[in-house]
Every structure is written in structure tokens, then in C-alpha cells.
């Protein structure tokens, strides 16, 4: 582009300018903006439109001036959003894209997409509700898809007319004004045309990578479907398992109610043997007192025994002190003869006395002898009775102090099971818990696998709508190679015919 015609659209572009500065105005006003906000927005834009108006008509800086309508333009944007945030706004950005590509310079055009770009990310995340009423990022990338879109179109656009307008200088000296007019029209055609055949290009591959990227998705589908199919299976089977575990735990549970029983049957009848235990102690204890005194009774036998011996040693020496009497008698009675006869009667009598003295001592000694002996033998045996209920009673003590532990381990043994039984409980709450959450699991499963199924089925619909696409596009690329054709014809007809 020569310097005049760069010059030119300079002015042409500041023109443009000035009406979207006064129609940014006119919208403030209109939308309620406070008067602060206009009158940023009327300041800013009026040193921007002047700057790029007096530099264009001054002709100062003509190939710069370009860039500084793309800078001030992103600007004059910014300007204008933030005092009125409004989802129209953002139409002046695909203007700034038809402004600029007034150059035909593809690398302005690709400056002003990425300021756009830029822009429109901020204005998306820093005016999300008051300009996009909260709208989700799925909109902001379609946005974003929009603008790179339009933008690589521009800009092949502008190659494309920059290529041709080349040409067309080259040929302009040869042709004539008809031709001209007619060349300018056919180049229009083939820049759409051209448009319209990169586009369909770009489409026609995406559309490709569409099919496959269907395709992949129809085969993880697929997979996923059989990962299901085998997880409801697995899950069926692990609510099986879950039920059998169920009917083991409630078996379980009906065995800890019983041992809980019987450790309570255990424990009452231990107190029970505690008791009998304490009284057999008792009467132990009593029937050693009994012993006990009648031992020292048995002591008291023997030593009357001994003084009734001591007695018998008295009588039996009185016995013999009676017989010398009575042969003392005997023989005063001799001597006396006829006088003594009543004497010697009497000294019969006291020696038949003595005699039966000493015999009846001697008896009676006998007798003690015996009895002594068998006190002896008593006196024995109650000392080895003594003993064996000492035994006895130390045994007794060993026994309740053994019941003693065998009860505190039967208190254990109780509050185990009744923990026990208080665990299996729990335990059937939560099997049953489980067995019903593996039971939806398993429904939830089965509907996730006919949702898939039918996800599935929409892929591979989707997959046909996509094949046909595919093919309308090549049915549009051979319409189009027939017009590109049909261009290249007639432009051929009319250089020649010029």
C-alpha cells in the first residue's frame, strides 16, 4: 500500500472514529451512565479521536497511525465498558476487527484478535453479571472460538487481498475502466470464494477430527459399558456374599444372646455356691468350737480320772490299814477266848470288809484304767478331728476365696457377653445396613448400564450425523473448486479480451 492510499484510509479510519466516539457517547447517555462515567468516557475519547485525527490530516506518522487506531480503539473499548457494562458492548470489539481489516494488513488484524481477545476474557470475568447475567465459562470459550474465527478469516482475507491487490496494481495499467470494474467484482468473488474455501477446509478437518474423536469415544464408551456390565456383576455378587454373611451374623447374634444367658445363669448360680460355700464355713467354724470344748472337756475327764486314781490309792491303803486292823483283832480276839468271840466276829467283819475294799478298789481301777484309755482314744481322735476340720475349714476358705475369683471372672464373663451380644447386634444392624446399600448399589448400576447403553447409541447416531457432514462439505469443496474454476475462467477471458 503507497503512502497516499495509506494516508487516505488514515482519514477514512478517523472518521470512523469520531461517529463510534459520539455513538459511545449517545449511549451513555441513554443507558443512565453517572455523570462521572461520561465524563471519563468523553475526556478519554476525545484526546484519543483527536490524536489519531490531527496525526491523519497532518499526515504525520502515516505507518503508525495504523497501530495506534488498533491501541486506541482497544482502548476506546475498555473506556466504554467500564462506565456502562453492557453485553451489547461487546459487539464494538468484531467492529474493531471490520475496522482495522479496512487495512488489508493481516498483522494489524492478528494485533487487534489478540487485544480482542484479551479484552473480552477480562471484561467476561470482571463484569460477569452485570454484562453476561452470570453466564458460565462454556459461553466465555464459545466467545473465544468466535473471535479467534473471525480473526484468522480476517486475516487471510487481508492476505488474500493484499496478494490480489498486488496483482491487480500490476495489471491496473493494461486494463480498462469496464474490465476493471469487472475484475474488482470477480476478485470480491474469489476473496469469498477463497474465505469460503480455507474455512471449509478448516471445518472439513475438524469435522474429520470430529469422526475420530467420536469414534474413540464410542470405543471408551463401549469399555466403560463392559466395566459397568462387570461391576454390576461383581456387586450382585458381593450383595450374595453379603446376605449369606447375614444369616451367619444373625446365627451369630442368637449365639451371643445364648452364651449371654448362660453366662448369667453361670453367674447367679456361682453367687448361689458362694453362699452354701459361706455357710458350710460357718458350720465348719461352729462344729471346730463344739470340738474345741469338747476336747478341753475330754482333758478335764482325764484329770478327774487321775484324781479318782488318787482317791482309789487312798481307799486301797485305808483297805489295808483296815485289814491289819482286823488281824489285830483277830488276834486280841484270840487271846481273849471266851470274852473275844464278839470281838473276833467284828474282826471278821472289818477283814470281810477290807477284802471287798480292795476288790471293789481294784475293779474300780480296773475300770478307770479302761475308761482312762478310752478317754485317750477319744481325746485322739478328737484331735485329729480337730485337725481335719482345720483342714477342712483352710480347704473351705481356698474354695471361697477360688469362688470369690470364679465369680469376678463370672462378672467379666457376663459384661463380655453382654458387650458381645451389644457388638452383634450392632454388627446385624450394620450387615443389614450394608446389604441394602449394596442392593441400590446394584440397581444403580444396572441404570447406569442401560444409560450407557443408550449414551452409546447417541454416539453412534452421532457418528452418522457427523459422516453426513463430512460428506456435504466435500459436495460444498467440489461446488466451490467448480466456481474457483469458473473465476479463474472468466478472468482469464477478460485479460485477453482487454
Known sequence: MNRETLISRNRMLSNLLIILYLLGLANNFISGVPVQGIVAYAASGAILVLIITVSAYKKWIPRTVPYLVVVFISIFSLILTATSPKLSNLLIIFISLAVV??????????????????LTNFFFISFNDSMFQGLGFDILFSLNLYIILTTIILMFQAHI?????QETAKEAAHAKESNAQMQKLLQSIQRTQAAISTFGQRVRSNVQST???????????????????QQSLSVNTMNDMMT???EQVQHLGGAAARSNTASQASLEETKAQRVRIGKLKTEIQQLQGRMDTTTVSMERLTNMSGN??????????????TDLLSLNAAIEAARAKQHGKSFGVVADEIKKLANHSKQSTEEIRNMLTEIEEQTKRVQEEVRESTKAMQVSLAITEENEESISVLLNHAHTFSDYASELNSIVKHLTTSSLTITDELSEVAASSDESLTAMEEVVASVEEQRGHVETIESQFEELDDQNQALESLIHDRMFK???SG
Open 161 to 165: 487481498a493484499s496478494t490480489m491487490q
Open 101 to 118: 481489516s479496512l487495512y488489508n494488513r493481516y498483522s494489524l488484524i492478528g494485533i487487534s484478535g489478540v487485544l480482542n481477545l484479551g
Open 211 to 229: 469422526r475420530e474423536i467420536t469414534s474413540e469415544i464410542e470405543t471408551a464408551f463401549n469399555e466403560v459399558s463392559a466395566g459397568i456390565e
Open 244 to 246: 449369606k454373611q447375614d
Open 308 to 321: 479318782i486314781g488318787g482317791i482309789l490309792e487312798t481307799v486301797d491303803q485305808i483297805a489295808e490299814q
Open 494 to 496: 477478460n485479460s485477453h
